[in-house]
């Protein structure tokens, strides 16, 4: 049936194209109040989609943030049931002034469809969508059961999707999860993501006097705040790279010695890598680890932003009263998030200098996640990438976090299948975002073509 759904895919393509136009249209952007009437229409071209596609039972349910969008075909009997996920929320597209062209109208250039939300994640759920609608229009049923939950908050915590998982696990039961939000390795490889970091982020807030003082009245006796941020902070990690908070490296799982040489063979270079992507003069890190180990398999910590004192144009001698510093952890699999915050928060306690009051806040935290490649539906997953890309795929991991993963796991104990059709420029939350109308139609057919592999 898959040589079937391919060529519906080829005779339709100028209509898929134009309809996705039409959801990267709307301004979905859902960490700006002023869009919330643009989120819940994107939610709204959502359901009516799924519902032409076929999908039954489809509902925007609302939550204290954006809606989410459900949706499910039950009617394979014996066949297993696939939980499919994505957002159709996106990133403000600041700054304007370096688009090409605007990021809510969707432009063709050099086989490329640009557009904020072109690869994150409009153009890769979308695919989801259409292979139903591929697969019902040319059998007129599907080969398994299929159940949708898309959200509108991916781009801002996914809060109310992560309550609604933890609520709702009888009616979300599936065999397996289905995520469209990655990329592949390099182009024309097909790639499936095996391992994703956990996540531990949070905000240190100092204090020193009750308000801002005078340095030249005061400098040499009242605590400065930022210099006690920068204390603590310069006591996290040494000049190579190795985190000093105890407990940071126990229960790291390494990489398999199977799964360190499938990275060995990976298209890569090291030069190129600093040069392209990195941008500075030489890579940084844990001596003794290659980049993919350091990048994929290995916890970090990292400071994001330190925000404190007088900053604008002149001079203001002022000691501040108070700073805040954002920083984050990386986990590798197997480490638990709550035995890392304890040891983070009673390094921040055992460290913090005199005369200074430290606060810790915890923004977020979620576990490490790694998926066995031998499970079936990952082997499924491989072959039907396999098949339309006509290339062996690859198992990579991610250094990066996909919270729901992890919901998916705790709350409805299923794997879930990252495969995802972005390349890595396509530029996600940055002016000009892409996504290759080659791979939009390949994801269709690759999904579809997982469906009916699966199915059997």
């Given amino acids: 049936m898959s040589s079937a759904t391919n060529a519906f895919v080829e005779l339709h393509e100028d209509r898929l194209l134009e309809e996705l136009k039409q959801f990267l249209r709307i301004p979905s952007i859902s960490a700006q109040p002023d869009h919330a009437a643009d989120v819940k229409r994107a939610a709204e071209f959502v359901a009516s989609s799924l519902r032409a596609a076929g999908v039954e039972h489809v509902q925007i349910i609302p939550t204290s943030g954006h809606p989410l969008v459900y949706g499910d075909w039950l009617h394979a009997r014996g066949k297993p049931t696939v939980l499919c996920y994505g957002h159709y929320d996106v990133q403000p597209p600041d700054p304007l002034d370096e688009w090409v062209s605007p990021p809510f109208e969707p432009t063709v250039r050099n086989g490329n469809l640009y557009a904020r939300g072109a690869a994150d994640d409009k153009g890769q759920v979308y695919s989801q969508i259409k292979a139903v609608e591929s697969l019902r229009a040319v059998s007129g ?171 604008a144009p002149g001079a203001k001698t002022v000691i501040p009263a108070k700073a805040t510093a954002k920083v984050s952890m990386r986990m590798a699999p197997d480490q638990d998030p709550e035995k890392i915050l304890a040891a983070y928060q009673q390094f921040v306690k055992e460290n913090t200098p005199a005369g200074i009051e430290m606060q810790v806040r915890v923004l977020s935290a979620s576990p490490a996640i790694s998926v066995n490649p031998d499970h079936p539906a990952i082997r499924v997953a491989a072959k039907a990438f396999s ?67 699966y199915g059997q």
Wanted: aromatic share 10%; net charge negative.
């Fill in 387 to 453: 098949d339309i890309l006509e290339r062996e795929t690859v198992f990579i991991r991610s250094g990066g976090s996909i919270p729901i993963v992890g919901d998916f796991a705790t709350h409805l104990k299923v794997p879930t299948i990252l495969m995802g059709f972005g390349l890595p420029d396509d530029g996600l939350h940055s002016p000009n975002e892409k996504y290759k109308i080659a791979n939009y139609y390949a994801g269709i057919m690759t999904i579809a073509h997982f469906f009916e592999q």
């Fill in 141 to 311: 049923e599907l080969p398994v059961n299929l159940k949708f939950l898309i959200e509108g908050e991916e781009e801002t915590g996914g809060e109310s999707i992560s309550k609604y998982v933890a609520e709702n696990p009888a009616k979300l039961q599936a065999d397996v999860a289905l995520v469209s939000d990655t990329e592949l390795y390099a182009e024309g490889i097909p790639t499936l993501c095996i391992g994703l970091r956990g996540l531990i982020y949070t905000e240190i807030e100092a204090r020193g006097a009750s308000r801002d003082l005078h340095s030249g009245m005061y400098g040499g006796v009242a605590p400065n705040p930022i210099f006690g941020l920068v204390e603590l902070l310069s006591k996290m990690k040494d000049a190579k790279g190795h985190i000093l908070i105890p407990g940071m490296y126990d229960d790291v799982r390494p990489p398999s010695p199977a799964e360190k040489h499938s990275w060995s063979i990976l298209p890569f270079d090291e030069k190129e890598f600093l040069k392209n992507e990195v941008g500075s003069s030489r890579l940084t890190g844990e001596p003794g680890y290659s980049v993919f180990e350091r990048t994929w398999a290995r916890p970090t910590l990292e400071v994001h932003g330190i925000a404190g004192g007088y900053t």
